[in-house]
């Protein structure tokens, strides 16, 4: 049994296999939050890298969970400078998928100088692990932005993301096409539904509905014609 054989020594490397192969056994997952948790100052601090990552893609938060997330934390704080840049960026995109933003972790990525210093580091990994990284910079980016707008951290990822997407596939897939056509039976017309949105942070809707005050579906058509008379209408009503 794995529970058995869970050490601090073994626990970075079996959160790595976890990971990999997908593996998801919550006693096993108690029992490295509780190793860690009592040995946190005998792990190497880059190593919590792989230990949070575990807890967050499979999303569970183990018994003591914000001790065991804090004591990651305070653990590897005081080593920023230990990580290599990549390993920075990407242990800042685990913990913001668990919603923790530490500041200083976060002002250390977003500085000129640490920017700086990624880009230079990343001419020098395999490609696959430049482009996660890359992504995850912007992902990481953009919740700072909208989760911690008191960081002051600018959003930069425009044209990084508009290049993703003119990479990207625009024709709709098969099941795109049935809810579509589904929606469109439901709301009066396909014109109703809009497929593919992006938001102002490039976040992907798959439909988008919009309703007007009395909750009925706007035609798309009309709602750029709204959007467009609105100035003309409010600057009418000034002008009364």
């Given at each position: 049994?794995?529970?058995?054989?869970?050490?601090?020594?073994n626990v970075p490397e079996l959160s790595l296999f976890l990971i990999k192969t997908n593996y998801l056994c919550i006693p096993l997952l108690d029992k490295i939050a509780s190793v860690t948790l009592q040995h946190i100052n005998k792990i190497y601090p880059p190593a919590t890298y792989t230990i949070l990552l575990l807890f967050m893609v499979v999303n569970y938060n183990p018994p003591q969970g914000e001790e065991f997330f804090e004591a990651?934390?305070?653990?590897f704080r005081p080593y920023l400078t230990f990580?290599?840049?990549?390993?920075?960026?990407?242990?800042?995109?685990?913990?913001?998928?668990?919603?923790?933003?530490?500041?200083?972790?976060i002002r250390t990525v977003f500085s000129i100088d640490f920017l700086t210093k990624l880009d230079a580091h990343m001419e020098t990994l395999p490609a696959a692990?430049?482009?996660?990284?890359?992504?995850?910079?912007?992902?990481?980016?953009?919740?700072v932005c909208l989760?911690?707008?008191?960081?002051?951290?600018p959003w930069f990822h425009d044209r990084y993301c508009q290049q993703l997407q003119h990479r990207g596939n625009g024709s709709m897939s098969?099941?795109?096409?049935?809810?579509?056509?589904?929606?469109?039976?439901?709301?009066?017309?396909?014109g109703y539904a809009k497929v593919s949105v992006l938001t102002p942070y490039y976040y992907a809707i798959?439909?988008?509905c919009i309703l007007d005050k009395n909750k009925?579906?706007?035609?798309?058509?009309?709602?750029?014609?709204?959007?467009?008379d609105l100035p003309k209408m409010q600057g009418g009503q000034h002008s009364q």
């Amino acid at each position: 049994r794995l529970i058995d054989q869970v050490t601090w020594r073994n626990v970075p490397e079996l959160s790595l296999f976890l990971i990999k192969t997908n593996y998801l056994c919550i006693p096993l997952l108690d029992k490295i939050a509780s190793v860690t948790l009592q040995h946190i100052n005998k792990i190497y601090p880059p190593a919590t890298y792989t230990i949070l990552l575990l807890f967050m893609v499979v999303n569970y938060n183990p018994p003591q969970g914000e001790e065991f997330f804090e004591a990651c934390i305070q653990h590897f704080r005081p080593y920023l400078t230990f990580f290599q840049p990549h390993l920075l960026v990407l242990l800042g995109y685990a913990l913001a998928l668990g919603e923790y933003f530490p500041e200083d972790l976060i002002r250390t990525v977003f500085s000129i100088d640490f920017l700086t210093k990624l880009d230079a580091h990343m001419e020098t990994l395999p490609a696959a692990v430049n482009m996660r990284t890359r992504l995850r910079l912007m992902e990481l980016n953009r919740a700072v932005c909208l989760e911690c707008p008191e960081f002051q951290i600018p959003w930069f990822h425009d044209r990084y993301c508009q290049q993703l997407q003119h990479r990207g596939n625009g024709s709709m897939s098969t099941l795109q096409q049935q809810v579509h056509q589904m929606l469109g039976e439901i709301l009066g017309g396909i014109g109703y539904a809009k497929v593919s949105v992006l938001t102002p942070y490039y976040y992907a809707i798959d439909f988008e509905c919009i309703l007007d005050k009395n909750k009925k579906p706007l035609l798309h058509v009309d709602q750029s014609i709204l959007l467009d008379d609105l100035p003309k209408m409010q600057g009418g009503q000034h002008s009364q």
